[in-house]
């Protein structure tokens, strides 16, 4: 196996979550990794599972157990691997994995590597090391020195790159066509772009649209000069004998129930104080809040910043009628003094 795919599956698995393992390492689709963190039994096949849904490491052949040699070669202490004896049962000396299973729920295997063997039953997990690799019984509670992972990949190599003979190569994206416009294959990646007066979807970076202000020129079939199209928002004019795209004032259209604002392409609504935009065009009335003992005033929308309240204070109603008698009495002062200059003539 190519170190470039092991270094390359392990950075993906490492990716993911949790501490950097020392050392990895994959044959076909499966890889192995040793962690350096002193858990017990239940934690470190945790940490496996949430790491690419592995599991320890089972070590069902003499290929796996070859591996385990390469993997904890540098590596001092015990190490979980995943094995361990179901809850309430004692072991079985009678069968040969002495009433032990594999964390993968099964007892299937090929191989095995007992040391010391006895029947107490306190002791329930398995760890290995270095110095002789036997299996050997610890209390899944106390904590060992690390533990190896086992994972199952579809893939060994990073995302954006496929296995090919025994190595991980990038993978060109652009084959699938997965831009609408253009495609430019990048390491591990790809990228899209999009022709002369189009920008890239935000919402959807692979997608296109079509840029225009108040007026652009429509996109029309190169084989069909009168087969055009606008961008939504716009409708086409013909103007002088040539194609236009416009933008359509929705305000006009009266899409808002309150305030519109129209857009290139678009507009948009709000609504008049004290009231709530409910979707894209509606308003509702803000709705009085309890709890806190006081309201929102709803304010009404005041047309004429003139127009009074009809109720008048005492003071008020005195100041009305002063008026009244003086506008009377200017009244009655010019018709006197008309009617005599018209005698006067
Ligand atoms: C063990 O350590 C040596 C020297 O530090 C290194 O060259 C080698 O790759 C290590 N082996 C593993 C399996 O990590
Ligand atoms: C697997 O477990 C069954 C009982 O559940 C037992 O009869 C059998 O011997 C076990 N196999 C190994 C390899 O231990
Ligand atoms: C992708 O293309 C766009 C437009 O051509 C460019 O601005 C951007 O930098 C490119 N991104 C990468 C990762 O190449
Ligand atoms: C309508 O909305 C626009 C933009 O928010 C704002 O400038 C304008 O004053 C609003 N008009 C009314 C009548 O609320
Ligand atoms: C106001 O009170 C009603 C019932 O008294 C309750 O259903 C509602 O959730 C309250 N609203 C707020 C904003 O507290």
């Known amino acids: ?32 990794a040793v962690f350096q963190d002193q858990v017990d039994f239940g934690t470190a096949q945790k940490h496996c599972e949430e790491n690419n849904n592995g599991y320890l490491m089972t070590v069902r ?3 796996s157990h070859s591996i385990l040699l390469i993997l904890l070669g540098n590596h001092t202490g015990d190490y979980w691997i995943g094995l361990h004896l179901p809850s309430g049962q004692c072991p079985d000396q009678a069968s040969f994995l002495r ?37 050997k019984k610890q209390p899944c509670e106390s904590k060992a020195d690390g533990f190896i992972c086992e994972y199952k990949l579809d893939s060994p190599c990073q995302h954006g790159y496929v296995f090919e003979n025994d190595k991980c190569v990038d993978e060109d994206e652009c084959y699938m066509a997965p831009c ?18 189009f920008i890239r979807m935000t919402e959807d970076t692979n997608r296109c ?13 190169p084989s069909n000069a009168h087969q055009c199209y606008c961008p939504n928002g716009y409708f086409l ?5 040539e194609s236009i795209c416009v933008d359509i004032d929705e305000c006009e259209m009266g899409e808002c129930l309150h305030n519109c ?16 935009l409910v979707g894209l065009k509606g308003c509702v009335k803000k709705e009085p ?57």
């Open 1 to 32: 196996m190519d170190t470039v795919a092991i270094l390359v599956s392990l950075t993906f698995l490492l990716s993911v979550k949790g501490e950097a393992p020392r050392v990895g390492y994959c044959i076909e689709k499966q890889c192995f």
């Open 61 to 63: 052949s003499l290929i």
């Open 99 to 135: 009433g032990y299973r594999w964390t993968t729920g099964d007892n299937e295997t090929k191989f095995q590597n007992w040391g010391h063997f006895d029947d107490v039953c306190s002791s329930k997990c398995i760890s290995v090391s270095k110095y002789d690799f036997v299996w």
């Open 180 to 197: 609408e416009h253009e495609c430019t294959n990048t390491i591990g990646s790809y990228n899209c772009s999009c022709w002369d007066g």
């Open 209 to 221: 649209q079509f840029v225009c202000l108040a007026e652009c020129s429509p996109k029309c079939d």
């Open 237 to 241: 004019e013909n103007k002088n004998d």
């Open 261 to 276: 604002t129209n857009t290139y392409g678009g507009y948009l609504c709000s609504c008049d104080e004290g009231f709530d």
């Open 289 to 345: 809040s309890n709890g806190s003992g006081f309201t929102i005033p709803i304010t009404p929308i005041v047309k004429h910043p003139t127009e009074r309240p009809s109720t008048v204070k005492a003071g008020g109603l005195l100041g009305i009628i002063v008026c009244i008698v003086v506008v009377i009495l200017v009244m009655v002062v010019l018709i006197h003094l008309i009617l005599k200059r018209e005698s006067d003539v």
